[in-house]
């Protein structure tokens, strides 16, 4: 990309004589602190007053001190924070024309025409109240001799920008609300604790969760923690809900599981109105089922809006099943603790989204809202997007909930999809009887519903791999298959270490970390003949490969296989699983997401343990191979000063620069540096070497300490990302080759050998998307292991100019930030094996 020209890059980003007002409203949400700490920094960063407004709406018509110009020292230390440091109130007053002739003087007095509002859809559609009677307000103060008619006519628009916080992710037009992901972090944290605890006592535990008129926070959490039954707004039980609950409930504990879990939404309703009872389902406490775990959304409704309470559910299920039943009402602590990566991520991202769109913004254009489509943040009409939430709760108010979920967008429709997919085991198809010669056709039809799949993960361990696997297990035996799960790869499926694997084996996988099945990084080439004895003998008709970089080469093997060994001539796909996240067509991976979570905890505390020690800064070396993915992202969420990585070569003079920066930050209050390093960005230049030459640099200004994180980054729990992510993209997975086994399965037997039979199932921007294999090799730099493109670059400067950086920018047409990059030629960086 070339240099863009400095003088149009100052223009497009000059907020000189401009002041940008910021305010959150409504309830808080995690992630809130961060989206505050980037409006703060990019408006100072652009050369614009910002104003803090405490106390939302009340903070605005009140004035005065609530009304507080910030400084870039003001926000440090925030992301790690919950809630919003600046302040939120219900305000009575603004919703009254005089409290918002108040609020319009409060204002005009600091010459403020830049309002940010971070909220939800009631605090949007009041601040688009709010600029619309702008020009209003002002001529009333001026009759009222409180301004003169040059600072109205000086003044005389108002520009407006949202932010949309709040936890139900409710708001239609983004993929995702600020706060959301963190709320799914309280929610499962507490299914996990339950699990562990109530692994002694027989017994069912109903979880009510918030979400009053959205069952978001219900249908994600019961995905991630695999939950038996789902209660929301969205989706109300059909009739007998009561007797098939129990039913499963009583299946789940007669094969053995030692785990259900049934969610409700908030206010959940049945569909008549009818008393919530039941006794057709028998007593079972004989069973061996040792706990039930029911967790209620706190919105779900029936076609009657009669309420199913978590009480309900406990009365229903003692009545029924005499289960030992507890209920946890989770309320707000879903709103608190430290924010996640991502909402972290999420909102630094649309916090510079939004300071750039205001100042862009003239008289004509109207109040928008920033989003988050794929991976990318945009600029969304505000009311329009306000209107179409609106639209939502109508349809429900009307009983129409297919369209309701339609409204909701593409995100939550998969997610309810999948869910359904997982929710209730298929019974198989019994054979039709047919007289004549027509019985052949018909049991060659039938054969075809029916085939052996083999699942196996290869590469190094990621978290949520286990997520994927149970998933694949569940939709492939829902589609009729047999499924055989191989341990440890490659390796030993050519020692034949596999087995079929049954519906209830998979029960309580989706919140084990690691590869239950055994992963190892072997690649299949030389073992090429004993795997296909073994598929041979198992009669494999597919593989679903689940894992890194290993796997994508061990599927490029196969596929050069194809000539000599028919085996491999059937449908493969691989699901990307790899902390590193570089797998060539896909922005994520599994896995990735739990590794940055990891990061940013021990970022925190690294940074909490120098709050009593002034004068330090910290050298964090992360894993990724030759991607800088975790050090990059991982440092945006954290707050790092500099990332070094091995796609943004860095030499010593860039290492000089960022020691005298530091060496400056120690003379302000924020006393204390983090450096991330991705462990391969650099041969000479290693961890040692930048830690002993910031110690000598920075001696007498500051100290340093180090520390390589290691394995620590792929352990522990899924987050309920990778626990959702897999889930949803092994359902896909599996149910692609249910489509390509009945297109390649002709005269009794399966034969796959084009290209478009060995894909990659990755996500693109917003679409999973199967792509064949062949073709990603030229998007591939095989000697380090990367795709030669890779889109979280761009994320790069936003970092930077959060730590007071000068850094090269390109604002593009559609107002995102593009990251000038000094790119490795092709021919020094690129190679394909043989």
Same mark, same amino acid.
């Given at each position: 990309?070339?240099?863009?020209?400095?003088?149009?890059?100052?223009?497009?980003?000059?907020?000189a004589?401009?002041?940008?007002?910021?305010?959150?409203?409504g309830?808080?949400?995690?992630?809130?602190?961060?989206?505050?700490?980037?409006?703060?920094?990019?408006?100072i960063?652009?050369?614009?007053?910002?104003y803090f407004?405490?106390?939302?709406?009340?903070g605005?018509?009140?004035?005065?001190e609530?009304?507080?110009?910030?400084?870039?020292?003001?926000?440090?230390?925030?992301?790690q924070v919950?809630?919003?440091?600046?302040?939120?109130?219900?305000?009575?007053?603004?919703?009254?024309?005089?409290?918002?002739?108040?609020?319009a003087?409060?204002?005009?007095?600091?010459?403020?025409?830049?309002?940010?509002v971070?909220?939800?859809?009631?605090?949007?559609?009041?601040?688009?109240?709010?600029?619309?009677?702008?020009?209003?307000?002002?001529d009333?103060?001026?009759?009222?001799?409180?301004?003169?008619?040059?600072?109205?006519?000086?003044?005389?628009?108002?520009?407006?920008?949202?932010?949309?916080?709040s936890?139900?992710n409710?708001f239609?037009?983004?993929?995702?609300?600020?706060?959301?992901?963190?709320?799914?972090?309280?929610?499962?944290?507490?299914?996990?604790a339950?699990?562990?605890?109530?692994?002694?006592?027989?017994?069912t535990?109903?979880?009510?969760?918030?979400?009053?008129?959205?069952?978001?926070?219900a249908?994600v959490?019961?995905l991630?923690?695999?939950?038996?039954?789902?209660?929301?707004?969205?989706?109300?039980?059909?009739?007998?809900?009561?007797?098939?609950m129990?039913?499963?409930?009583?299946?789940?504990?007669?094969?053995?599981?030692?785990?259900?879990?049934?969610?409700?939404?908030?206010?959940?309703?049945?569909?008549?109105?009818?008393?919530?009872?039941?006794?057709?389902?028998?007593?079972?406490?004989?069973?061996?089922?040792?706990?039930?775990?029911?967790?209620?959304?706190?919105?779900?409704i029936?076609?009657?809006n009669?309420?199913?309470?978590?009480?309900?559910?406990k009365?229903?299920?003692?009545k029924?099943?005499?289960?030992?039943?507890?209920?946890?009402?989770?309320?707000h602590?879903?709103?608190?603790?430290?924010?996640?990566?991502?909402?972290?991520?999420?909102?630094?991202?649309?916090?510079?989204?939004?300071?750039?769109?205001?100042?862009?913004?003239?008289?004509?254009?109207?109040?928008?809202?920033?989003?988050?489509?794929?991976?990318?943040?945009?600029?969304?009409?505000?009311?329009?997007?306000?209107?179409?939430?609106?639209e939502?709760?109508?349809?429900?108010d009307?009983?129409?909930?297919?369209?309701?979920?339609? %409204?909701?967008?593409?995100? =939550?429709e998969?997610? #309810?999809?999948?869910?359904? +997919?997982l &929710?209730h @085991?298929?019974?198989?198809? *019994?054979l039709?009887?047919?007289?004549?010669?027509?019985?052949?056709?018909?049991?060659?039809?039938?054969?075809?519903?029916?085939?052996?799949?083999?699942?196996?993960?290869?590469?190094?361990p990621?978290?949520g791999?286990?997520?994927?696997?149970?998933?694949?297990?569940?939709?492939?035996?829902?589609e009729?298959?047999?499924i055989?799960?191989?341990n440890?790869?490659?390796?030993?499926?050519?020692k034949?270490q596999?087995?079929?694997?049954?519906?209830?084996?998979?029960g309580?996988?989706?919140?084990?970390?690691g590869?239950?099945?055994?992963?190892?990084?072997?690649?299949?080439?030389?073992?090429?003949?004993?795997?296909?004895?073994?598929?041979?003998?198992?009669?494999?008709?597919a593989? %679903?490969?689940?894992?890194? =970089?290993e796997?994508? #080469?061990?599927?490029?093997? +196969?596929? &050069?296989? @194809?000539?000599?060994?028919? *085996?491999?001539?059937?449908p493969?796909?691989?699901v990307?699983?790899?902390?590193?996240?570089?797998?060539?067509?896909?922005?994520?991976?599994?896995?990735?997401?739990?590794?940055?979570?990891?990061?940013?905890?021990?970022?925190?505390?690294?940074?909490?343990?120098?709050?009593?020690?002034?004068?330090?800064?910290?050298i964090?070396?992360?894993?990724?191979?030759?991607?800088?993915?975790?050090?990059?992202?991982?440092?945006?969420?954290?707050?790092?000063?500099?990332?070094?990585?091995?796609?943004?070569?860095?030499?010593?003079?860039?290492?000089?620069?960022?020691?005298?920066?530091?060496?400056?930050?120690m003379?302000?209050?924020?006393?204390r540096?983090?450096?991330?390093?991705?462990?391969?960005?650099?041969?000479?230049?290693?961890?040692?070497?930048?830690?002993?030459?910031?110690s000598?640099?920075?001696?007498?200004?500051?100290?340093?300490?180090?520390?390589?994180?290691?394995?620590?980054?792929?352990?522990?729990?899924?987050?309920p990302?990778?626990?959702n992510?897999?889930?949803?993209?092994?359902?896909?997975a599996?149910?692609?080759?249910?489509?390509?086994l009945?297109?390649?399965?002709r005269?009794?037997?399966?034969f796959?050998?084009?290209?478009?039979?060995?894909?990659l199932?990755?996500?693109?921007?917003?679409?999973?998307?199967f792509?064949?294999?062949?073709?990603?090799?030229?998007?591939?730099?095989?000697?380090?292991?990367?795709?030669?493109?890779q889109?979280?670059?761009?994320?790069r400067?936003?970092?930077?100019?959060?730590?007071?950086?000068?850094?090269?920018?390109?604002?593009?047409?559609?107002?995102?930030?593009?990251?000038?990059?000094?790119?490795?030629?092709?021919?020094?960086?690129e190679?394909?094996?043989?």
């Amino acid at each position: 990309m070339a240099q863009p020209d400095q003088k149009k890059f100052f223009e497009n980003l000059s907020g000189a004589g401009k002041a940008i007002a910021l305010m959150t409203s409504g309830g808080d949400a995690q992630g809130m602190n961060a989206a505050v700490r980037a409006v703060v920094r990019v408006g100072i960063y652009v050369g614009a007053k910002v104003y803090f407004i405490h106390e939302g709406y009340q903070g605005l018509v009140d004035g005065g001190e609530n009304i507080e110009e910030a400084k870039w020292e003001s926000v440090s230390s925030m992301l790690q924070v919950g809630g919003t440091v600046i302040g939120s109130a219900r305000c009575k007053e603004f919703r009254t024309h005089e409290g918002r002739l108040a609020a319009a003087l409060n204002l005009v007095l600091r010459g403020i025409t830049n309002l940010c509002v971070i909220g939800g859809d009631g605090s949007l559609t009041g601040a688009n109240l709010f600029r619309e009677e702008w020009s209003g307000l002002l001529d009333e103060l001026v009759q009222q001799g409180k301004i003169d008619k040059e600072s109205a006519e000086k003044y005389s628009h108002l520009n407006i920008v949202g932010m949309v916080g709040s936890i139900d992710n409710d708001f239609c037009g983004t993929d995702m609300t600020i706060g959301t992901d963190s709320a799914l972090h309280r929610i499962i944290e507490v299914v996990d604790a339950i699990v562990t605890t109530a692994q002694s006592h027989q017994r069912t535990f109903v979880l009510e969760v918030m979400g009053r008129h959205c069952g978001y926070l219900a249908l994600v959490s019961a995905l991630a923690c695999g939950a038996d039954w789902v209660f929301i707004p969205e989706m109300p039980p059909a009739d007998g809900w009561e007797d098939q609950m129990c039913t499963k409930l009583s299946e789940t504990r007669s094969r053995g599981s030692r785990l259900n879990i049934i969610i409700v939404a908030e206010g959940a309703m049945d569909r008549h109105g009818q008393v919530i009872t039941s006794n057709i389902v028998k007593d079972n406490r004989a069973q061996k089922k040792r706990l039930n775990i029911i967790i209620v959304s706190e919105g779900a409704i029936d076609t009657s809006n009669k309420p199913i309470t978590s009480e309900h559910i406990k009365d229903l299920v003692v009545k029924c099943l005499g289960f030992d039943t507890r209920v946890t009402i989770l309320g707000h602590v879903q709103r608190g603790g430290t924010p996640s990566a991502f909402d972290r991520i999420l909102a630094s991202r649309m916090g510079v989204e939004a300071v750039l769109a205001l100042l862009e913004a003239s008289a004509d254009t109207p109040a928008c809202v920033v989003s988050l489509c794929g991976n990318q943040a945009v600029r969304l009409p505000l009311m329009e997007c306000v209107q179409m939430t609106q639209e939502v709760q109508k349809a429900m108010d009307e009983r129409k909930f297919e369209e309701a979920v339609r %409204l909701r967008g593409r995100s =939550f429709e998969n997610n #309810l999809n999948t869910y359904k +997919l997982l &929710a209730h @085991r298929k019974p198989q198809s *019994e054979l039709p009887i047919i007289e004549g010669c027509a019985v052949t056709i018909y049991f060659d039809l039938y054969l075809q519903s029916s085939f052996n799949v083999a699942v196996l993960n290869v590469g190094a361990p990621a978290a949520g791999m286990n997520a994927a696997v149970r998933s694949a297990v569940r939709v492939g035996i829902s589609e009729g298959h047999k499924i055989f799960a191989v341990n440890d790869g490659f390796e030993g499926f050519a020692k034949g270490q596999i087995k079929e694997i049954k519906w209830g084996d998979v029960g309580g996988w989706t919140g084990q970390g690691g590869s239950l099945l055994g992963t190892k990084r072997t690649l299949p080439a030389k073992h090429l003949e004993k795997i296909a004895e073994q598929m041979k003998a198992n009669q494999i008709n597919a593989l %679903l490969v689940i894992g890194g =970089f290993e796997a994508y #080469l061990g599927l490029v093997e +196969l596929l &050069a296989a @194809r000539g000599k060994y028919d *085996e491999f001539c059937v449908p493969i796909v691989m699901v990307p699983a790899t902390v590193s996240n570089n797998v060539p067509g896909s922005d994520f991976s599994i896995g990735a997401d739990t590794a940055l979570n990891a990061i940013t905890d021990t970022c925190d505390r690294i940074k909490q343990s120098a709050s009593g020690t002034k004068r330090r800064v910290f050298i964090i070396e992360t894993m990724g191979g030759y991607c800088g993915y975790l050090a990059s992202v991982g440092g945006l969420a954290a707050g790092a000063d500099a990332a070094y990585i091995f796609e943004e070569p860095f030499d010593i003079r860039d290492l000089q620069a960022n020691v005298e920066h530091l060496t400056a930050k120690m003379k302000t209050s924020i006393q204390r540096g983090l450096v991330l390093r991705n462990e391969n960005s650099s041969e000479n230049y290693t961890t040692d070497f930048i830690y002993q030459l910031y110690s000598e640099e920075g001696k007498g200004v500051f100290d340093c300490r180090k520390n390589v994180l290691g394995h620590m980054q792929q352990g522990g729990a899924p987050s309920p990302f990778d626990r959702n992510f897999g889930t949803k993209i092994a359902a896909k997975a599996m149910l692609w080759i249910s489509r390509k086994l009945k297109e390649t399965y002709r005269k009794g037997r399966v034969f796959a050998n084009t290209d478009d039979t060995a894909c990659l199932l990755g996500m693109r921007r917003r679409a999973l998307v199967f792509q064949p294999v062949v073709e990603l090799k030229n998007e591939t730099d095989f000697v380090h292991r990367i795709p030669k493109e890779q889109w979280w670059l761009k994320l790069r400067p936003l970092m930077k100019i959060l730590a007071k950086y000068k850094t090269s920018l390109d604002v593009s047409e559609s107002g995102q930030l593009e990251h000038v990059v000094r790119h490795r030629r092709p021919e020094e960086s690129e190679g394909v094996p043989a």
